[in-house]
């Protein structure tokens, strides 16, 4: 059986019968190659360096099997030249190690662009913790299991610095804080910024009306939104919507608690539907704009042919199945795509200053959110939006050329340290140590 094919939970038991508590894949710049931490572990750096659409030159991968709860956790680290990697830590289901470590690659990726769009001074990373490893019976074992990340990223001596993703709350966020000092997102009594999907909202708010005010089809007020997933962010993005006078929301979601949030929004037309997972019919509702809200990769071949509305604008991060294939048939079909890495920044900017302290209606928070600040969401969705259309690019490649050329200016003051550390942990042999 090939590494690559094999479930999380199985991958943990080959690793323990190995001895193998902790492992590395660290991208060798000299070498041009992947350094894998043991022989065993060969074949994924084998299948990484083969591949050409989610890995690149990500600088480290560091997987452990939690001590304690026996959970398959890990950091992925795109790129620090302007920074720490930051994003958050996400705990998912996967069916096989492949689709394990291609999530995490995609995601830190998307986290180097997204943070340098944004302007923050921080490189990209993303954590991934499998579902269905280790034993997670009860809330203490859950706590235990967030803590013993805590624990991961304090070895990892703070090239990564978590946050919250999905299936990650702000609880959990509290139990990481207790282990390491390289988190954000930790609740407000801790002094923290706390949960970030309202900001995001907003952002994703303001990704809309720029691209109304692009095609000159006014404001949101009277408008048709349809939106998939009805969650941490759909839910705050649906009073959002409504204050600004959207006529009527058409949400989906497959968690029949949500059919709570019909009746919620006074002067709102708003229809829940309780869907089945992998329903993705909400993307083809008539509509003046759709939000993708709920999980990655759901533009693609088979669902982008149906859709109605002339504007995609939501926070789920990876929207496009296929980057390099799906955003053109978008473009092909005269639909406007506002990349999600451009429009859902506002989850890491409200947390990126926790370490400056506090302050309610924070200035520089507010800036990417207004119109006056010329690399707010408004105005650079504006700019790609403008840019696209004067050059035939399509607009995911417009922001991925911006993004690329800005995550590899250095940090002004610590240059690309986060690489240093890596090399400090290959060295120290990270992968051995307990
Ligand atoms: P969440 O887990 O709170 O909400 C997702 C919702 O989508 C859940 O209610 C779930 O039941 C539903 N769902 C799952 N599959 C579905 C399907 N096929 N059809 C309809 N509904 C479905 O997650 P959250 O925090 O709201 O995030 C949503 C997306 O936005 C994720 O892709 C996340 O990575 C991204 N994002 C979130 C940020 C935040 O601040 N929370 C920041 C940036 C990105």
Redesign the pocket.
Known sequence: MELRTLSPADLCELLARHGIRRFFLVWDEEAGRIQASHPLLEPLAGLLEEDQRDFDRHEGVFVQIAQRTGVLQSAFVHRTCRGQGAGGTRYWRYDTVEDFLRDGLRLARGMTHKNALAGLWWGGGKGVMARGTGQVTDLEVRRLMYEEYGELITSLQGCYVTA????TSVEDMAAIFRRTRFTTCIPPELGGSGN??GP?ALGVVRGMEAALRHLGRGTLAGKTVAV???????EPLVGFLAERGVRRVVG????PG?RELAGRFPGLDLEVRI?E????SVLAEPADIVAP????GILNSRTIPGIQAPIVCG???NQLEDPERDDAILQERGILYLPDFLV?RM?IVNCADEQYGYLEDDPRIESHLGDTWDNSVFNLSLKVLEEAERSGRTTARVALDLAEERSRELHPIWGHRGAAIIRSLVQTGWAGAD
């Open positions: 919250e993703d999905v299936g970030p999907s995001t998939q997933g009805l969650g941490h962010v759909g989906s979601d497959i968690d949500r869907v997972r992998g329903d993705n809200c709920a999980t990655g926070a789920a991060n859902n989850g």
